[in-house]
């Protein structure tokens, strides 16, 4: 668990289901991330962060401190192997829309990236995003991040065609 002045990184319980369900089923919210997820789906993507736990990854719920509001799912986990940046530490987050534009995308990964250079010995954090997610590739400048000149590629498993399909990679090197 991590906290910082108003948010609680957490790992998701059993109460978060519905929450992360109807954040990952909202079109605004994964317009420029991809397609809404059903509950099969949803519960997938918190599978999928379990199972990179045993390494200490894995996304955390960002639950806002104040009334235990959950807001959004971020962290760091392993890049996937279908992408230039596997294996790498990656970060990412997505943040409900009621709670947008309050800064706490911004607060919640500058902490989570403080913990991974606490806790590995990777030369850099990554991540990555649609070329058309602008919203996105801000917040990475803000957190520090530049874009890697080599790290634009067509994401294999978003059909060709696909507005969300040419990705591009940011990384922060190491302090």
Same mark, same amino acid.
């Given at each position: 668990?991590?906290?910082?002045?108003?948010?609680?990184?957490?790992?998701?319980?059993?109460?978060?289901?519905?929450?992360?369900?109807?954040?990952?089923?909202?079109?605004?919210?994964?317009?420029?991330?991809?397609?809404?997820?059903?509950?099969? =789906?949803?519960? !997938?993507? /918190? +599978?999928?962060? &379990?199972?990179?736990?045993?390494?200490?990854?894995?996304?955390?719920? *960002?639950?806002?401190?104040?009334?235990?509001?959950?807001?959004?799912?971020?962290?760091?986990?392993?890049?996937?192997?279908?992408?230039?940046?596997?294996?790498?530490?990656?970060?990412?987050?997505?943040?409900?829309?009621?709670?947008?534009?309050?800064?706490? =995308?911004?607060? !919640?990964? /500058? +902490?989570?990236? &403080?913990?991974?250079?606490?806790?590995?010995?990777?030369?850099?954090? *990554?991540?990555?995003?649609?070329?058309?997610?602008?919203?996105?590739?801000?917040?990475?400048?803000?957190?520090?991040?530049?874009?890697?000149?080599?790290?634009?590629?067509?994401?294999?498993?978003?059909?060709?065609?696909?507005?969300?399909?040419?990705?591009?990679?940011?990384?922060?090197?190491?302090?």
């Amino acid at each position: 668990m991590i906290t910082t002045g108003r948010l609680i990184l957490r790992l998701p319980e059993l109460r978060d289901r519905a929450a992360l369900h109807a954040m990952w089923a909202d079109p605004a919210v994964m317009a420029e991330l991809g397609p809404v997820k059903d509950e099969a =789906a949803s519960d !997938a993507v /918190i +599978a999928k962060h &379990d199972g990179y736990r045993h390494e200490g990854l894995g996304f955390w719920v *960002v639950e806002r401190r104040s009334d235990g509001a959950m807001l959004g799912f971020c962290g760091l986990k392993r890049g996937d192997a279908h992408n230039p940046i596997a294996g790498e530490i990656e970060a990412g987050w997505i943040i409900d829309r009621p709670h947008w534009r309050q800064g706490y =995308a911004l607060e !919640a990964m /500058i +902490a989570a990236i &403080d913990w991974g250079w606490t806790h590995f010995d990777a030369p850099c954090i *990554v991540a990555i995003t649609s070329a058309i997610n602008i919203k996105s590739q801000r917040m990475m400048a803000r957190l520090g991040m530049h874009r890697l000149a080599d790290g634009d590629y067509d994401h294999p498993l978003i059909p060709v065609g696909d507005p969300l399909r040419p990705m591009v990679t940011y990384a922060i090197d190491r302090p």
